[in-house]
T-cell receptor, first 114, second 113 residues
Framework: DAGVIQSPRHEVTEMGQEVTLRCKPI?????LFWYRQTMMRGLELLIY????????DSGMPEDRFSAKMPNASFSTLKIQPSEPRDSAVYFC????????????FGPGTRLTVL | KNQVEQSPQSLIILEGKNCTLQ??????????LRWYKQDTGRGPVSLTI?????NTKSNGRYTATLDADTKQSSLHITASQLSDSASYIC????????????FGAGTRLTVKP
């Protein structure tokens, strides 16, 4: 398996622009997570889905952030409009309901908002 | 206040030496405690998983210990290698929700030749 796939790997945009991050989870996994990582705050859970349904979005910073999972093999995280403080590395992870619930992380998308 | 505190923030050791990273947590009760390794520019990778009833878990040269009474965990790395240079993140998970991962800020380890 290729693991969790994220695109793009790097994104540089200007303040006010819309940004869409994409994730393909590991095939067969039924949970998907979006995280944000910064030097100041470390890893933060933004939202997660079980069987394509959003379960907990309490970590989403504000209404500018939205996430969708239209099917089991694809999810998007959208920021509109983007702001410089959104600059971070965004990770997608997926897990299966085995005994360990181990989450497998993608390589991340490094977002820079100028 | 962060519920998972790690120390030190950063550590530099020579290749071949051993080291120990610390994790103190206030999440109680908890279901399991995990250590992740994150290489620069990559996502975190799970190293060890311990339930609240386990005291130790090994994965090659990595050994994690857990003291549920003092709410402390440590990750011991034996005979360090250059490839061990990474951030090590302690994660504690409450019993009511296996997806509710509480992350520490991580320890940045640098192994020098």
């Amino acid at each position: 398996d290729a693991g969790v796939i994220q695109s793009p790997r790097h994104e540089v945009t200007e303040m006010g622009q819309e940004v869409t991050l994409r994730c393909k989870p590991i095939s067969g996994h039924n949970s998907l997570f979006w995280y944000r990582q910064t030097m100041m705050r470390g890893l933060e859970l933004l939202i997660y889905f079980n069987n394509n349904v959003p379960i907990d979005d309490s970590g989403m910073p504000e209404d500018r952030f939205s996430a969708k999972m239209p099917n089991a093999s694809f999810s998007t995280l959208k920021i509109q409009p983007s702001e410089p403080r959104d600059s971070a590395v965004y990770f997608c992870a997926s897990s299966d309901r085995d005994s360990t619930y181990t989450q497998y992380f993608g390589p991340g998308t490094r977002l820079t908002v100028l | 206040k962060n519920q998972v505190e790690q120390s030190p923030q950063s550590l530099i050791i020579l290749e071949g030496k051993n080291c120990t990273l610390q994790c103190n947590y206030t999440v109680s009760p908890f279901s399991n405690l995990r250590w992740y390794k994150q290489d620069t520019g990559r996502g975190p990778v799970s190293l060890t998983i311990m339930t609240f009833s386990e005291n130790t878990k090994s994965n090659g040269r990595y050994t994690a210990t857990l003291d549920a009474d003092t709410k402390q965990s440590s990750l011991h790395i034996t005979a360090s290698q250059l490839s061990d240079s990474a951030s090590y993140i302690c994660v504690v998970i409450p019993p009511y929700n296996n997806n509710d991962m509480r992350f520490g800020a991580g320890t940045r380890l640098t192994v020098k030749p």
